[in-house]
């Protein structure tokens, strides 16, 4: 298998179907949304597509309460707060208390990753 196509393997059976729209999505380098009833193989498809590509697998599950900002990062102000009271120095650098998102560790992966973005509504 080519470092830049996807095709049924030993762990998952894909359709001739979604074996195209994933290699569209591979070589268009575009987002492919994937949706189906719970156990229907979605996750496992990003867990074969990423192994086919040698590609790291990068997961974000989705709650309730998540924001879409979160996948960028988030900026801990009470930790910058707390560290200015106790007169820390690295209060003076705000990416010390820049967290990281899913996105953002995709976007900056050395090399080009899958993103499970599991359970959006």
Do not use: C
């Amino acid at each position: 298998m080519s470092n830049n196509h996807f095709e049924s393997t030993n762990n998952y059976i894909a359709t001739e179907e979604l074996s195209m729209a994933v290699n569209a999505a591979i070589t268009l380098e575009r987002p492919l949304l994937i949706k189906g009833e719970p156990g229907t193989g979605k996750t496992q498809l990003a867990l074969e597509v990423a192994k086919s590509l040698d590609a790291p697998l990068i997961e974000w599950h989705i709650k309730s309460s998540t924001k879409a900002h979160q996948g960028l990062y988030e900026y801990d102000a009470v930790s910058r707060l707390r560290d200015s009271q106790l007169g820390d120095d690295r209060v003076h650098d705000i990416s010390n208390y820049i967290v990281k998102g899913k996105v953002w560790e995709a976007f900056a992966s050395d090399k080009r990753a899958v993103l499970l973005i599991d359970e959006i509504d």
